[in-house]
């Protein structure tokens, strides 16, 4: 069955009274390029991307193709809203629908930290798409240095599996890699 997008169906997650999770769509594209610019500095720290965020046009064309990526269920990102304000994104950046594997990934205002939004964020998707048994395994690679992103994937249970020697080019030069697990096999959760 062909999808076209104009059928796709915003989802929207409720992680708790106030605290929602919306799919990824063009409206967000002003409040999206808005944090980005307020977080630069503090988002490149962790991330190669926001450096070439330089206009909405470029917030645009990210919203559009994870539009196209969640709706085919290659990858799922969604909008963090705290009382109807934008104040990160959390998303499966990629999807492995045969092994019923998702790479997470996740920025939240720097304002916004310490809060535990990540991590109720992180619990609810994680809830939805086992449940739905989309996917079973659950993965979230960080730099060794990001002690945030590291006590996030521990918190949550996840497993330290390994660390990926020099894997990620950022800010001129190459970082060693934490990969953390976490398998949530429907047949078990009942």
């Known amino acids: 069955m062909q999808q076209n997008k104009h059928n796709w169906q915003d ?47 470029d917030a645009l064309k990210t919203l559009r193709g994870n539009h196209m990526l969640h709706h085919r269920n290659y990858a799922k990102m969604f909008m963090i809203l705290l009382e109807q304000e934008l104040v990160g994104v959390i998303s499966f950046n990629q999807i492995e629908p045969t092994n ?28 939805k798409y086992s449940g739905e048994g989309m996917v079973r395994r659950f ?32 800010n001129g030069q190459f970082h060693d890699q934490n990969i953390y697990g976490r398998i949530i096999d429907t047949a078990q959760s009942d």
């Open 11 to 57: 989802e929207v997650i409720e992680v708790e009274q106030g605290l929602i999770l919306h799919s990824v769509n063009e409206t967000f594209v002003t409040p999206v390029f808005e944090l980005v610019q307020r977080n630069k500095a503090w988002l490149q720290q962790a991330m190669d991307w926001p450096q070439y965020v330089t206009a909405q046009e």
């Open 100 to 127: 019923k594997a998702a790479y997470i990934g996740y920025w939240l205002d720097q304002g916004r930290q310490g809060q535990g939004i990540i991590s109720r964020a992180l619990q609810a998707m994680m809830k």
């Open 139 to 170: 993965a979230i690679r960080c730099s060794v240095n990001n002690e945030a992103s590291n006590a996030v994937a521990l918190r949550n249970g996840f497993t330290l599996e390994g660390c990926m020697k020099q894997a990620e080019y950022l």
